[in-house]
């Protein structure tokens, strides 16, 4: 079956290391997203793409940045991570990108940086 | 720019009992509506949509939300909750006229427990 994965599912680093989560979609989706999520925010968009070597920021993209090199992957890093990245990350594919289009999520990652 | 609001963060009720989870949304053009579970330590899953046409939107597991424009909300429902219903939901908008790159704004969550 087609499928959303991330990787890892929960990571622990530290202020000022670079981090790069992993976002790879079976599902042939030419849109990615990535989320974050935390308590009381509900989920605000990092950056986002509408396929192959196509980029674009969010609501919340300082100190983050994206490549879309495949179809499939659509990794995220933190150049230097900060306290305030701490939170869990999820990725997202559609089909279209049309404004009917549904989002559907992976599992999530839980970062936390120290 | 769109906006949704879920003015509860939490919302008990009894097993057996009709639930309500409410979503109001403020765009400037016309509105395409989502709902979103998330079950501890999982991903998002699409519950419903309103794209147009009927006001009452039936989706998974049971659930159905109405949209009512003059209100502009967009409640999640259904008839009679089960235990396993209990999780975090999520409301979410998408701005036809907001001359935006089509991104959803999710609503902060509402806590939904559903009592034995």
């Known amino acids: 079956d087609a499928e959303i994965t991330q990787s890892p599912r929960h990571k622990i680093t530290e202020t000022g290391r670079q981090v790069t989560l992993a976002c790879h979609q079976t599902?042939?989706?030419?849109?990615m997203f990535w989320y974050r999520q935390d308590l009381g925010h509900g989920l605000r968009l990092i950056h986002y793409?509408?396929?192959?070597?196509?980029?674009n920021k969010g609501e919340v993209s300082d100190g983050y940045s994206v490549s879309r090199s495949n179809t499939e992957d659509l990794p995220l890093t933190l150049e230097s991570a900060a306290s305030s990245q701490t939170s869990v990350y999820f990725c997202?594919?559609?089909?279209?990108?049309?404004?009917?289009?549904?989002?559907?999520f992976g599992p999530g990652t839980r970062l936390t940086v120290l | 720019a769109q906006s949704v609001a879920q003015p509860e963060d939490q919302v008990n009720v009894a097993e057996g009992n009709p639930l309500t989870v409410k979503c109001t949304y403020s765009?400037?053009?016309?509105?395409?509506l989502f709902w979103y579970v998330q079950y501890p330590n999982r991903g998002l899953q699409f519950l419903l949509k309103?794209?147009?046409?009927?006001?009452l939107v039936k989706g998974s597991y049971g659930f159905e939300a109405e949209f009512n424009k003059s209100q502009t909300s967009f409640h999640l429902k259904k008839p009679s909750a089960l235990v396993s219903d209990s999780a975090l939901y999520f409301c979410?908008?998408?701005?036809?006229?907001?001359?935006?790159?089509?991104?959803?704004?999710f609503g902060s969550g509402t806590q939904l427990t559903v009592l034995p």
């Open positions: 997202a594919s559609s089909e279209s990108g049309g404004w009917t289009d549904t989002q559907y």
């Open positions: 599902w042939n989706h030419n849109n």
């Open positions: 793409s509408y396929g192959v070597q196509d980029t």
């Open positions: 765009v400037s053009g016309n509105p395409y």
């Open positions: 309103y794209i147009t046409g009927d006001n």
């Open positions: 979410a908008v998408r701005d036809k006229g907001s001359g935006s790159a089509r991104q959803l704004t």
